[in-house]
């Protein structure tokens, strides 16, 4: 498979009050493109922070990001960020909430604000692109925050706790929905979660950190063997459960 992401040695020191604090250390791991890779951890142990250090948003203290081959610093225009809030903003309707990311690129244009509108069609919100974020669902703005971050034509993903804020019906039938629509799209996808089910459901890969200063103590390759896999139908394989106690057990040591 083809890499797109290399995270290479990186190593993040924080100064406090009290000393130097060492919140990673030494993170190696490659991403393939077209990859659903979840990393899990104890809380504190700085999944957040490598997310952050990825998408450009946090300087890194040792180590190199590569893209495509290419080393980054600072933020790429390869790189699309989901939070655990929508950040919607209430004043817009949805068409402009979904064009607000080309705004700020200023990359604006009748070409993207087709394929901002072909997205929506493709995604059955299109009929709602006059409305405003409080007149939709929580998964439903969610949706809508998918699309204007795929707006910027990413090549990689990133998603920090993106589906924590909704109920838990919710979130199973937004996770479904996302994974479907990050597979249709070809984008790669690297997701933070304190969910262990989550992380199996949508991921090819888990990775595990140890308690702080993280570093990667197991990489663990989800494989259902399904055909047309959705994360609803992986959490009634029966392999789920194995995948669930592996992953339970080996961050229990943590505790």
């Known amino acids: 498979m083809e890499k797109i992401l290399e995270v290479k040695n990186i190593s993040k020191k924080y100064q406090n009050q009290n000393g130097e604090v060492i919140a990673l ?38 180590g190199e990001i590569y893209i495509e081959g290419e080393e980054t610093t600072g933020i790429s225009n390869k ?35 087709k394929y901002v509108e072909e997205l929506l069609k493709k995604y059955n919100l299109y009929e709602f692109k006059d409305k405003y974020p ?7 703005r969610q949706r809508v925050a998918l699309i204007r971050t795929l707006a ?6 990133l998603l920090d706790e993106a589906f924590s804020a909704l109920d838990y019906q919710t979130r199973i039938i937004v996770t479904d929905d996302i994974y479907n629509i990050l597979r249709k799209e070809n984008i790669t996808a690297i997701m933070v979660t304190h969910d262990i089910s989550e992380a199996i459901s949508m991921s090819d890969r888990v990775l595990v950190l140890s308690k702080r200063p993280g570093t990667i103590r ?7 063997e399904i055909e047309n896999r959705t994360p609803l139908n992986c959490r009634e394989s029966p392999k789920f459960s194995k995948y669930f106690n592996t992953l339970w057990k080996e961050l229990g040591v943590d505790d």
């Not at 899990?40 to 990825?54: A, Y």
């Not at 409080?134 to 439903?140: T, Y």
């Not at 910027?152 to 993903?157: A, D, E, Q, S, W």
């Not at 197991?218 to 259902?224: A, E, P, R, V």
Request: with cysteine; charged share 25%; glycine share 10%.
């Open 25 to 62: 250390e030494n993170v190696n791991f490659r991403v393939n493109k077209g990859e659903f890779v979840s990393i899990i951890g104890p809380s504190g142990c700085g999944k957040s922070t490598l997310l952050s250090i990825i998408a450009g948003l946090e300087e890194k203290t040792i």
């Open 79 to 113: 790189i699309g960020y989901m939070l655990q809030r929508d950040c919607l903003l209430e004043w817009r309707d949805i068409l402009s909430n979904t064009m607000f990311g080309l705004e700020i690129k200023n990359n604006k244009n009748d070409e993207s604000k």
């Open 134 to 140: 409080s007149e939709l669902s929580g998964g439903m």
């Open 152 to 157: 910027i034509k990413p090549k990689i993903l």
């Open 218 to 224: 197991d990489i663990h390759k989800i494989d259902f």
